[in-house]
């Protein structure tokens, strides 16, 4: 990765720590032009007050999205979902609801505070089936062939390795696996210069992909049944969009590079300062390692 790349993951690092951190002090926190005012293309007013009432004050002052992908992920009963850079944990919490409790919903963060948001939200909330994870969305710490659907929330924008997010959202889903995500995409005619006149890149415009781009780099991957719905303007030429699309049911991936055999349950990720082994006296590590015990950690 060059220089010029990890300065700006750590610009967006730092943009949504600080976001945590406002909202654990009781304020709220948007993507989009403005660092902390909601408005209609962005934030909590683009869920339903059913959804908003049903989660703590802090989940829903933490949503920073551009969508609801929740809403047109078509969940279902049973199924397995990932919410790629889960923020504060509003839409994990609500895929975890329709998911049911034979379900499973990850949330997948590499922001500290924003993980430590997520926790606190959880536990207010009182879901089952929910387990977040720290790590990037361009090596997504979960094994290949083990999610039926992957969400999220106007934050694949923000990554400075598009090709890598898409390449592993692909392996990790299941054959026959689907897409559903919400995200800020650019009319074709606008070059990159362009866009980043509308707004900078950690306000989720500057990093956004054309239309043209976003199909042919989810093909590139391997999707297929590409749809990608422009629902609302973000700023000229730059509009919220629904991504769907699937992983074909003959697509198999072999097990990734993001896994390893002293995985924890499956799972190598570091997840979060709560994280506990069965054992106070034991770190997170030592946990997932120990002899005999499968998965010896546990948040």
């Known amino acids: 990765m060059s220089e010029q790349s990890i300065e700006l993951r750590e610009t967006v690092r730092r943009r949504y720590a600080a976001a ?46 551009c969508g609801n992908p929740t809403a047109v992920a078509e969940l279902r009963e049973g199924e397995r979902v990932l919410d790629l850079g889960s923020g504060g944990g509003i839409d994990v919490l609500l895929s975890a609801r329709r998911v049911g409790p034979t379900g499973k919903a990850y949330g997948l963060d590499m922001t500290e505070e924003m993980l430590a948001l997520a926790l606190a939200n959880a536990r207010k909330a009182g879901v089952a089936g929910v387990e977040f994870l720290k790590g990037t969305i361009e090596a997504i710490p979960l094994p290949a062939n083990t999610i039926d659907v992957v969400i999220s929330n106007c934050v694949i924008n923000l990554s400075v390795d598009k090709p890598a997010v898409f390449a592993e959202t692909f392996r990790v889903l299941r054959p026959g696996g689907r897409i559903g995500v919400s995200d800020v995409v650019a009319d074709d005619a606008l070059t990159p210069e362009r866009r980043a006149e509308r707004g900078d890149h950690v306000g989720c415009v500057a990093g956004a992909l054309s239309f043209a781009e976003y199909r042919a780099g989810l093909a590139s991957a391997g999707f297929t049944d590409i749809e990608i719905t422009p629902t609302h303007l973000v700023a000229d030429g730059m509009h919220s969009a629904v991504v769907r699309a699937v992983k074909p049911s003959g697509a198999v991936e072999e097990s990734g590079s993001a896994t390893s055999a002293g995985s924890c349950c ?23 390692t120990a002899p005999g015990s499968g998965c010896g950690c546990q948040g």
């Not at 926190?29 to 909601?38: I, K, M, Y």
């Not at 994280?275 to 590590?285: I, L, R």
């Open 266 to 288: 499956g799972v190598s990720a570091c997840r979060t300062s709560d994280e506990q082994a069965d054992d106070p006296s034991t770190t997170g590590a030592e946990g997932k």
């Open 20 to 65: 945590a951190v406002q909202v654990t002090g009781g304020g709220a926190a948007c993507c989009g032009p403005q660092p902390v005012e909601a408005d209609e293309n962005f934030g909590a007013t683009l869920y339903t007050d059913d959804e908003r009432g049903a989660l703590p004050a802090e989940a829903v002052a933490a949503s920073l999205g």
